[in-house]
């Protein structure tokens, strides 16, 4: 029988990948604590139906950074996507055309800015890695002559992390599957500045950290807006706001990097009354059925992405494969909806959940303070500047 959901996909998946890229990628950090927690507090959140609506046309379209797209799950940055399928990213961008979603490309895709360019018939994010100035530079020019949409920039890898299970399994991804934008062909015989001896000493591209300080020459080199991914708590956020970032993908990297850390969904909260609508969020890490989208819409996310999923319907049947596992969260996000008693993702609200106690409140109790003057400001009761000096003086940000 053909797969019915993402997890009919998963172990057809694993059946067919090699053991050890399958433990690379499937895998977590250390106890896999953070990447467990990711799926457990997904399933702990309830919901809370609503019926005798008329529910019968529904409508799933959305925009983000004001592109239209059809529905409100998009492809995650993911490196190295061949190892799965010979087509890698190829397919998986010519699949989220088809679903009518965003594509993002990873730093360390195995194809290129301009490969996925080519292919691509939707929009386009480029994930960033900081690579130095100088090639940082030239990968947001390639990608902003290339035509993407947004400059993604993944801040949750400040230094190399390691998988254990990688360790055990002696595991080293092939070089190949990783380089596609820095290929000697691309450093040679364009204007790149790109060079290919940039992975030595590092196996992957290097996580050369950024500053918040930094982030003002980053947008200098573009006109894109900018995405930082991997915030988890209100004091980041409310640093973005501060340096004027456009969006932020609450995500834990799907427990990847940083282990014992709360679950990617406890967080989106705070950040989300941090935020304040001064930027728009996204959520990933452990998104696997619609109603994981539609709680993560009801808790404040304009979209979610999908990492680890994009991999399974790749090793099952490539192109095909992702457009089939995107088309299973449409309906199962279509079906939830209707549900709830919504016809369009803009009518969802949180009170269509139940949570379970440890999110109802957040133990740091400036956090509670900023959730109650995002309510003061939403009721009109405070301006927006009241509401912004007063949070960056709990959080102690004007002296950062
Ligand atoms: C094999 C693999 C490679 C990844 N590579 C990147 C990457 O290059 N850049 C990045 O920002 N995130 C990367 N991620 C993290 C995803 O963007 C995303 O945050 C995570 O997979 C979401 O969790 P999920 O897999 O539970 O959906 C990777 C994830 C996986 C599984």
């Not at 530079?137 to 002559?145: P, Y």
């Not at 995107?326 to 009170?351: H, K, M, P």
Request: proline content about 6%; overall charge neutral; hydrophobic content about 40%.
């Amino acid at each position: 029988m053909d797969p019915i959901n993402l997890y009919d996909f998963e172990s057809r998946a694993k059946s067919t990948v090699p053991h050890n890229a399958w433990s690379y990628i499937s895998g977590g950090s250390q106890d896999g604590l953070a990447l467990k927690r990711n799926r457990s507090m997904l399933e702990s959140i309830l919901l809370r139906p609503r019926f005798l609506r008329d529910v019968r046309k529904r409508n799933l379209s959305t925009t983000i950074l004001g592109e239209a797209i059809r529905f409100p799950v998009m492809i995650a940055p993911a490196s190295s996507q061949t190892l799965v399928h010979p087509d890698g990213e190829i397919a998986t961008t010519k699949a989220a055309g088809t679903a009518g979603t965003i594509m993002s490309l990873s730093t360390s895709s195995t194809k290129s800015i301009e490969e996925v360019a080519n292919v691509a018939s939707g929009p386009l994010w480029f994930q960033l890695f900081h690579c130095g100035r100088e090639q940082t530079e030239d990968l947001v020019r390639r990608a902003e002559d290339s035509g993407y949409k947004a400059i993604c920039l993944t801040v949750d890898t400040p230094i190399p992390s390691h998988k254990e299970v990688d360790v055990r399994n002696n595991w080293k991804l092939p070089p190949e599957t990783y380089r596609g934008n820095f290929s000697h062909k691309i450093a040679t015989n364009g204007p790149s500045r790109l060079d290919p001896g940039i992975f030595e000493g590092h196996g992957k591209p290097p996580t050369i950290p950024l500053t918040f300080e930094q982030l003002p020459w980053l947008k200098s080199l573009t006109r894109l807006p900018l995405v930082i991914k991997g915030i988890r708590t209100a004091e980041d956020a409310a640093l973005c706001v501060k340096y004027d970032i456009d969006g932020i993908v609450v995500s834990n990297h799907g427990g990847r990097q940083i282990d014992c850390t709360l679950s990617s969904i406890e967080t989106l909260p705070e950040v989300v009354a941090a935020v304040n609508g001064k930027a728009e969020i996204y959520f990933d890490s452990g998104i696997r059925r619609g109603s994981d989208v539609i709680k993560a819409l009801a808790l404040g996310a304009r979209g979610v992405l999908i990492g680890r999923p994009i991999f399974w319907g790749l090793a099952v049947n490539g192109q095909a494969g992702v457009e089939k596992v995107l088309d299973i969260l449409y309906r199962e996000l279509d079906l939830v909806l209707a549900y709830c008693g919504f016809t369009s993702v803009d009518q969802i609200d949180d009170a269509i959940l139940h949570l379970p106690v440890e999110m109802e409140y957040s133990r740091i109790p400036y956090v509670e303070e900023i959730r109650g003057l995002a309510d003061l400001h939403s009721k009109g009761l405070i301006s927006r500047n009241e509401f912004d000096s007063k949070r960056e003086s709990l959080l102690g940000i004007e002296k950062q």
